[in-house]
Structures are given as structure tokens and as C-alpha cells.
């Protein structure tokens, strides 16, 4: 009997005939060919790790079978069976970090402004900044020892990324040496990888006479170029390199941003022609403009402007935020637009709730990119700009947002469409959907929320998918597509049942390997990423409950103050009463306010949160947080600094006692450990006195931590 072939996909391997093996073979053999090319020549796969695992599997299955059918061409004789193993994973001994970004002349006057209050008595009102091109291609970072090229390594997640050193030494703008004087023993150049137009364009050419599929943008494939497993087809594409900052360094060749890209453009590294210094807001902002109007003709893209503070000392000194330098911004261009119609509204239901209208398009290029979805923000921004369905609208993407619904084209508006009216009740569960009045200030939200909260399913589905997220638990091979298929069938209803699963799975008779995409190895290679995942850090742990408001830099502080999760949670359940030592203690950390404290206190008082605390934490064991801080006899310690200092402003005295390991607090109390007061300290040093708080000047502050 003889099966069409996408019949044949679906049959077991032992089920198969010699005839149906052989056209099944050669229909694998495609697949997987297309979706290589899909995954490393365009960056943009179709299908997910697991489900491509499966493919091959199939296929190892078959001729495991028939040995006599492997074909010239089977995806089993070509090196590297998985894509997520193909390169060997590097850990970045300094953190590969991002850019916060500004997109007016305003937002660079703050960020200027931000910078310069930093510091006391306008020790840095003169400051310059460089301002460099923001190349929008891939970063790398190039390990230098002696001299020598000795590891090329993708950014990754920016902790980890891949070695890539083989495909990198095929770059021509990358020295394999550098030459000349004063090369450091260890020297971490990083930059950007990114592609010429013209070579853009030939490449598509060649695609396009070959009857191949083209590729979307010069970023993605550059990308994908780079993360060939075959070094000589990354050769084959001409790359290009400049770099822009550093990581790991055994000395600096300068003291200044300028000068160590000088120092780099010296030793062999290009450095971008464009770069310079800039001493005020108006000259940064007119480079910004010349950038812009060189853009077109630059033959490479750029999406904005990047500024730093020039003195390398400064920057040490404003340290970073989260993933970002508080001593560097990218300075955005302004986004592309489009105008495209308006297929139909789609109202998706978010963790907390929150009803978010997208908008659904009649696909466009913008910049570059399809867009199909875009955000039309909450019901007032539908009404305001009285959007309905079937209208043309303008739509604007921006870097790497979510592209947007700006206005309607109202000459364009057929007859007869009706103005769009926002569901009051939850599309998932038909609860209704509410727009809070706020406590404070007696406004309504702007966001209408689902009142189903926990017999919501796409709040639980949302909220799985935020416990598993990259800056969560990040449990490889456990993604949205596969959290919602898991939802779905009732494999996993709560955070616990993810470390469960392998033990319900050994139960079924539904087990997970005899699922569509999936085979035994994906399965074994999911449990064995779970199980990993049994020990984590605490702020990643707190971060992954989405408790309202709560996001990284919260959960960081929280786990920083609180030390452990039992700890945590107990003095949350104590700051329920709000005249406990608890709740004082709790509004006293700097970085918490009265809003934040209300979800945390909410989220914890909820039985049925606690429930589902106790299951996960029988599978689950958050680790104690450990700083990376400098040891020093700071830290652990709560510091409340009062007055006005000398040598520091308030904001870089905060972040100086952080570095070294320490909680400040906002108001002083019996936890409070010292007190530094300056010139007409007041209330807070008459606390620390009668409390018998240790007071320390400014001086034995510093003397304290050990800088002079
Ligand atoms: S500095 C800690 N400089 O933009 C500072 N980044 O949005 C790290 N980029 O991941 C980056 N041109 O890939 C810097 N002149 C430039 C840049 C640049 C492009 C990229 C880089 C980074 C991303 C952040």
C-alpha cells in the first residue's frame, strides 16, 4: 500500500516499507536542509530546537533501520548534529552588557544631566563624551593574548556565548596579530560584525539567479554568516568588524575612551572614522544629525548615535544599571513608518491581566522587517486616534520595539466601518474586565484588566511563559510555544508541575517522546535541562514569580536585602501589619516605594499563592544571594548617608556602598548599621544617636571601605 508523502510523516519508523522509508528519507533530507538554512544563513528559524531535533532523530531512526538507503546527501553525514551544540559555549569573564537608549534631544539632555549631578561640586560639568555610530550588526568580543588572536566569541545572552573563533579568523578587517607597541598580555577587544550593502546585495543577487530564497536584512545575515559551521562559507561572505569597547584587559593603554579606540585603531583594530569628542549637549546632538544625514551614504547600517563619558575614571565611577552603563546611551534615529490596513484587533490577555490590543495587518516592509502585528497601546489610544477595522494606518518600527499604530489615513476609510468597541470582559475567560480607579490619585487606568485572576488561563499560561523567560528560569528547550502546548494538554498547570513532569511523564500513557515533534533525546535533553535548573539564584527566583511591579532590578534588591527566600517571605507576611518593624524595614530600602511594597505584601498574603509557593519550593531550592561585590568591611551592612557631603553627591554615594557590598536605606532604624553624616545633618542624626547608632563622617566612611 502506497501513502502520499506528508502521510508518511506521520507513520512510525518501524511501520514503514523499504519504498516509504526512501521517500521519506529524501523528504527529511529537505526539510532539514531548509531549515539550516533557515536557522544559520538567515537567523531565522521556523521551527523550535526541539522540534528540529525530532526531524533528525527521524531520520537517524529510518537508517538506523535500513542501512542501505543512506542517502550522498543525508543530513547524518554532516558534522554537528545539534544546532544549540554546535559551538562550544564561552563564559564572558566581563559581562557583555546593552545600551539603554534616548529618542529625543531631551532624553540626551537628561542623560547628560544625570551624569554630571552624578558627581559632586560639577567635578564633571567640563566632561566630554564620545560619540560613536551605532553599527546594527552583531557583537563580538576578540581575545587577544600576547598579541595573538586566541578566541572569538558571539555575545550570547552576555553572559555566555558561543566560540566562534574559526569563523572569525576568516574576517579581514580582524587582525589575527596586533601589531605594534604597548599591546596589554591580555586585551578583549569588542565590537560590531556587520555586512557592506553591496555585499548585501550580491549576495541576494546570486540567490535570487540560483532559484534560492533571499535574505531579509544585512543584521541577520551577518548573524547567520558568522554562525556557519563551515568557516570558509562565513569567509565567503565578506564581513566586516569595528570596535567600540573592550572587555577583559590585563592593562588599559589609556584613560580615556578616546584614547584606548585610538590606542586599538594603533595596534591594527578598525575603529569608526566617524568617532568624536564632544564637550556639550549641542554638540552631541549635532553629531546625531550628521550621522543621520551621512546614513544613506555610509554603505553600512546604523540605527542611532552612541555617547559615553570620555573619562575612563568617571565611568568606573557611574558603574552600571541592571545590563546597562549608567555612562553610555544609544541615541536612537527616528523609526521607520508604513501604512498598511488594518486587518482585524486581537485582544491579548496578559499575566497581570491586562487587556492589550494588537493590531493585525495586511503584512508591510518596514525598514527592512515584515511586520504583521503591531501594538495599539490600550482602548483610550483606539479612541483617540479612532482606529477601526478596515482602516489604512500608519505604522513606525523602531529598532528592535514593538512596532506601533501611530494614526488612521482617514482619506482612505471605506464606508461604513464602525468605530471599535473594547471588549468588557476577558476574551480567555469571561470574567469581567475592569479599569481600576487609582488609590492615590482617583484616576482610572489607563489598562482594562481581567478580574479572573486565578481562574484566568491566559494569566496562568502568560505567567508560566514569564517563570520560564530568558531573565527567569531559562530552561532550554522549555519556551512560550512550548509552555502554551503543555498548558494546553494539562502537563503543566503551575511552576511545579515543570519539575514534576519528568516523574508524571515516567507514569503516562500520554508520555511526552511519543508526541508530535518530539522524540526520546529532545525529552531526556528537557528533563536534564530542568533538573538544572533545581538550584537558582535568588533574584532570578523572586524575578520569576511576576509579582506585580516586581521586575529585575527589584527582585535583585529584594534578594539583596532580604538574603533568603524564607527570609523574604516571612517578612512579607509580618509587613501585612503595617506598624511592624517588617513593613518600616521593608519601605527603608532605598528603591522600594509604596507601590512596589503593596504588590509584595498583596502577592504574599494570597493563599493561593502561597500554595503554589509551597509546591515549587519542595522542587525548587533558591539559592542564598551572594554579591559579587568587593568584600570589605561593608558588607551585609545597611548605611544610611544624611547631610550634605563633601567629596560625593547622594547618587554615587549610594552606588559606592553598593559596590562594596552594602544596603542603603532611606531612613534610619535599629537595623541600621552606621550612619555617615555631613555638613547639617539633622533629623536622621538625632535618630542615629538616640537609637545609639554608630555615625561616621565622610572621611572615616572612606577610610572605612579603605579608599583614601
Ligand atoms: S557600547 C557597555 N558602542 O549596540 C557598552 N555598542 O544596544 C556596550 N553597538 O550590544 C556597548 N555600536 O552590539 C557600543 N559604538 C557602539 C556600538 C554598540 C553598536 C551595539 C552593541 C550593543 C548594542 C546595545
Redesign the pocket.
Known amino acids: 500500500m502506497s501513502a502520499p508523502a506528508e502521510q508518511l510523516a506521520t507513520l512510525p519508523v518501524e511501520g514503514l516499507s523499504q519504498a516509504q522509508a526512501e521517500v521519506e528519507l529524501e523528504r527529511l533530507a529537505r526539510e532539514i536542509a531548509r531549515h539550516d538554512e533557515l536557522y544559520y544563513a538567515q537567523d531565522a528559524p521556523e521551527i523550535s530546537d526541539a522540534d528540529y531535533d525530532a526531524l533528525r532523530l527521524r531520520n537517524d531512526a529510518i537508517e538506523t533501520r535500513f542501512p542501505g538507503l543512506v542517502r550522498p546527501d543525508s543530513p547524518s553525514l554532516r558534522v554537528g548534529v545539534e544546532p544549540s551544540e554546535q559551538f562550544a559555549k564561552v563564559t564572558h569573564t566581563v559581562p557583555?552588557?546593552?545600551?539603554g537608549n534616548a529618542f529625543s534631544d531631551e532624553d540626551v539632555r537628561d542623560f547628560v544631566e544625570r551624569v554630571r549631578r552624578f558627581f559632586k561640586k560639577g567635578e564633571a560639568d567640563t566632561a566630554a563624551f564620545t560619540a560613536?555610530?551605532?553599527?546594527d550588526g552583531?557583537?563580538i568580543s576578540l581575545r587577544y593574548e600576547k598579541g595573538k588572536l586566541v578566541l572569538g566569541a558571539t555575545?550570547g545572552d552576555g553572559m555566555t556565548g558561543e566560540n566562534v573563533t574559526a569563523n572569525v579568523r576568516t574576517i579581514k578587517d580582524i587582525p589575527n596579530e596586533l601589531k605594534g607597541s604597548g599591546v596589554p598580555d591580555v586585551f578583549e577587544a569588542r565590537g560590531?560584525i556587520f555586512m557592506l550593502h553591496t555585499d548585501f546585495a550580491e549576495l541576494n543577487a546570486a540567490q535570487e539567479a540560483a532559484g534560492k530564497q533571499t535574505y531579509v536584512n544585512p543584521r541577520n545575515t551577518a548573524s547567520g554568516s558568522l554562525r556557519q559551521l563551515d568557516p570558509s562559507v562565513t569567509a565567503s561572505r565578506k564581513l566586516h568588524f569595528f570596535a567600540?569597547?573592550w572587555g577583559e584587559v590585563s592593562a588599559l593603554p589609556a584613560d580615556t575612551q578616546m584614547g584606548v579606540l585610538d590606542a586599538m585603531g594603533a595596534w591594527g583594530l578598525p575603529i569608526n572614522p566617524l568617532t568624536r569628542l564632544c564637550t556639550s549637549v549641542e554638540e552631541l546632538i549635532a553629531a546625531h544629525a550628521d550621522f543621520e544625514a551621512e546614513r544613506a551614504t555610509l554603505g553600512y547600517d546604523i540605527d542611532g548615535v552612541?555617547y559615553k563619558v570620555d573619562r575612563l575614571d568617571l565611568q568606573e565611577r557611574l558603574g552600571f544599571v541592571s545590563r546597562a552603563?549608567r555612562w553610555?546611551i544609544?541615541h536612537k534615529f527616528p523609526a521607520e513608518k508604513a501604512t498598511t490596513v488594518l486587518k482585524d484587533i486581537e485582544i491579548q490577555v496578559g499575566r497581570t491581566g491586562a487587556l492589550t490590543p494588537v493590531a493585525k495587518l495586511e503584512p508591510v516592509t518596514v525598514g527592512g522587517v515584515v511586520v504583521q502585528n503591531a501594538t495599539l497601546h490600550n482602548e483610550d489610544e483606539i479612541a483617540r486616534k479612532d482606529v477601526r477595522i478596515g482602516d489604512t494606518v500608519v505604522i513606525q518600527r523602531a529598532g528592535d520595539v514593538i512596532p506601533q499604530v501611530l494614526s488612521v489615513v482617514e482619506d482612505k476609510r471605506p464606508k461604513g466601518l464602525t468605530p471599535f468597541d473594547f471588549p468588557k470582559v476577558c476574551p480567555a475567560c469571561g470574567s469581567h474586565a475592569v479599569r481600576e480607579i487609582h488609590p492615590r490619585t482617583g484616576r482610572e487606568d489607563v489598562v482594562r484588566r481581567c478580574t479572573g485572576g486565578l481562574i484566568c488561563p491566559a494569566q496562568a499560561v502568560e505567567r508560566l511563559k514569564h517563570f520560564v523567560s530568558r531573565n527567569a528560569f531559562d530552561i532550554e528547550g522549555l519556551g512560550a510555544k512550548q509552555i502554551e502546548a503543555f498548558y494546553t494538554e494539562g502537563r503543566v498547570m503551575k511552576p511545579a508541575d515543570i519539575f514534576t513532569l519528568e516523574a508524571r511523564n515516567a507514569r503516562t500513557d500520554n508520555p511526552l517522546q511519543e508526541k508530535e515533534g518530539w522524540g526520546e533525546q529532545s525529552v531526556a535533553n528537557l528533563f536534564a535541562a530542568i533538573n538544572e535548573r533545581r538550584s537558582i539564584s535568588l533574584d532570578r527566583f523572586i524575578y520569576a514569580l511576576g509579582i506585580r511591579h516586581v521586575g529585575e532590578t527589584t527582585a535583585r534588591l529584594l534578594a539583596k536585602s532580604y538574603g533568603t527566600f524564607e527570609a523574604l517571605r516571612d517578612a512579607m507576611h509580618a509587613a501585612a501589619d503595617h506598624q511592624s518593624a517588617a513593613y518600616e524595614d521593608l519601605n527603608t530600602i532605598d528603591g522600594i516605594g509604596q507601590v512596589v511594597a503593596d504588590a509584595l505584601i498583596e502577592f504574599f498574603a494570597e493563599a493561593h499563592n502561597n500554595e503554589v509557593l509551597d509546591a515549587l519550593l519542595v522542587e525548587v531550592t533558591p539559592a542564598p544571594f551572594e554579591t559579587e561585590e568587593r568584600a570589605s568591611p561593608v558588607t551585609g551592612k545597611t548605611i544610611v548617608f544624611t547631610g550634605s557631603l563633601d567629596r560625593l553627591s547622594r547618587s554615587e554615594a549610594k552606588v559606592m556602598a553598593e559596590r562594596y557590598g552594602a544596603k542603603v536605606a532611606g531612613s534610619v532604624s535599629s537595623k541600621t548599621d552606621y550612619v555617615v553624616a555631613g555638613e547639617a545633618a539633622g533629623s536622621k542624626l538625632k535618630k542615629a544617636q538616640e537609637l545609639g547608632v554608630q555615625v561616621l563622617s565622610e572621611d572615616a566612611w572612606f577610610d572605612l571601605v579603605g579608599e583614601t
Open positions: 557583555m552588557l546593552s545600551l560613536e555610530p551605532k553599527i552583531l557583537s555575545r560590531e567600540y569597547t552612541v552603563p553610555a544609544a
